[in-house]
């Protein structure tokens, strides 16, 4: 018995590792991080105390927590040489390769803290991915933008500190808004850990060659770019606003969806697990509503959103092939109220999938048994034949 799921050696010769972080029941609908149902962090944690709990195993005393945010404040900085690494970027770089190409560099700069088997250096590698992949975010935007760079203010939360870098300016004092630091750090909360997602196993296949903690979130960051993955967030938004300036109606371009020749998928539904829908989704619509409201923005993608999740709650096409809205459908909304250009929604799902794919590699490494180890495969080509010379063929 295992968080309620009996391993039988079937599902275990096809599963791709055991791990006690995150467990996904898909056709119910539940995720718990570390035993905890989502619904309940939602309400009464935060995005870096859920990081705790996901990396250490435990949710932390008030000692531990306030150790543990103290120790990332203090690692907020980049190294100078890493900040004009942003100079060699064009300025239209999509910042998904600026984020994975900064992380990856950050093994450059601290090659005394690579070795995986060393506990100090594992915890302080974990300390500075936590506390500069937001600064490294807020100046990828920033490169953008055009617009001068931020020094963090380690007087604020990690999450506080990101917007500031991000929609601050040297020149004038920036003045955080109480309902985008709770949206969004719920926003991260949620999208903390998923078990053995597509960039998660990139993570731990990477680290199971004992590459270091920085390489393999790198490649974790590459993985998660993909539109079918960490990438639908944007393709969400791109396809709402195509449905408005269209001008056809929801309905019609749900005909569209359902025609096999135009192969156009509804963004943002549909997953690998769930076949119910997604319980982050449904936290985030709510949230979504909340948001937009208190921050008076009446945006028309919201109400086309909601006219397609309810055309396909009804529609044999989707109840029959169990497609509901997953993670990705209304977070682009949220992020486009709080001022965030599309091209930065995949990173802020970055941002927060960082503590799960930490605490996965994490795990992986203390744990060889839950190491996803080398993949075989069916062989499906030719049988063994000689070779011909090329005058012969
Ligand atoms: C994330 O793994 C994770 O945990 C990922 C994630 C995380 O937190 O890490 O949850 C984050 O990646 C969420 C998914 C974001 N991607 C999208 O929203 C892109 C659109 N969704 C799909 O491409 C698709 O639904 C997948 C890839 C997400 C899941 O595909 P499945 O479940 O393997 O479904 P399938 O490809 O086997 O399709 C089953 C049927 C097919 O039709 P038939 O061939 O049976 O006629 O459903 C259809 C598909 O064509 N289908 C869709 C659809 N998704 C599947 N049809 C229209 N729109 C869609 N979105």
Redesign the pocket.
């Known amino acids: 018995e295992t968080g309620n799921v009996t391993l039988d050696s079937g599902f275990v010769n096809t599963a791709a590792c055991t791990s006690a972080i995150t467990f996904i029941d898909g056709d119910t609908g539940i995720l718990r991080y570390r035993g905890y149902p989502i619904e309940q962090l939602a309400e009464q944690s935060t995005y870096l105390e859920t990081a705790y709990l996901l990396i250490y195993g435990e949710l932390p005393s008030a000692d531990e927590m306030a150790s543990f945010d103290a120790k990332i404040r203090r690692h907020t900085l980049l190294h100078e040489d890493l900040k004009a690494f942003f100079n060699g970027f064009p300025r239209d770089a999509h910042p998904m390769p600026v984020l994975s190409s900064a992380v990856s560099a950050l093994s450059t700069f601290y090659q005394d803290s690579l070795d995986p088997f060393d506990q100090d250096q594992v915890e302080i590698s974990t300390y500075r991915l936590l506390a500069k992949l937001p600064t490294i975010a807020a100046y990828a935007y920033k490169k953008s933008m055009g617009q001068p760079f931020l020094y963090p203010d380690n007087h604020l939360s990690l999450t506080e500190n990101f917007l500031r870098m991000t929609f601050g300016f040297p020149a004038e004092p920036y003045e955080l808004d109480p309902t985008i630091v709770k949206g969004l750090d719920l926003l991260l909360l949620l999208?903390a850990d998923?078990?053995q997602?597509?960039?998660?196993s990139t993570v731990r296949l990477v680290g199971s060659s004992h590459a270091n903690l920085f390489a393999s979130i790198s490649a974790g960051i590459n993985a998660l770019f993909g539109?079918?993955?960490?990438g639908?967030n944007q393709?969400v938004l791109e396809m709402l606003a195509q449905v408005k300036n269209s001008g056809e109606s929801p309905k019609d371009f749900m005909m569209h969806?359902k025609n096999?020749e135009t192969k156009q998928?509804?963004?943002?539904?549909?997953?690998?697990?769930y076949k119910n829908y997604?319980p982050r989704a449904s936290i985030i619509k709510q949230t979504a509503d909340d948001i937009l409201g208190r921050l008076g923005v009446d945006d028309p993608l919201l109400d086309i959103a909601m006219e397609l999740e309810e055309i396909a709650l009804g529609d044999d096409y989707f109840v029959e092939?169990r497609?509901y809205p997953?993670?990705?459908f209304y977070t682009g909304l949220i992020y486009k109220a709080m001022g965030f250009p599309t091209k930065m929604f995949t990173v802020l799902f970055a941002l927060g999938?960082l503590p799960g794919w930490i605490a996965q590699w994490r795990e992986m490494i203390e744990d060889p048994a839950t190491k996803i180890g080398r993949p075989r495969q069916v062989y499906i080509g030719e049988g063994a034949r000689d070779y011909v010379a090329i005058d012969q063929r």
């Open positions: 999208h998923h078990e997602n597509c960039s998660t539109p079918l993955h960490g639908a393709q969806v096999k998928k509804l963004m943002g539904f549909g997953h690998r697990v997604d092939r497609l997953n993670v990705d999938r």
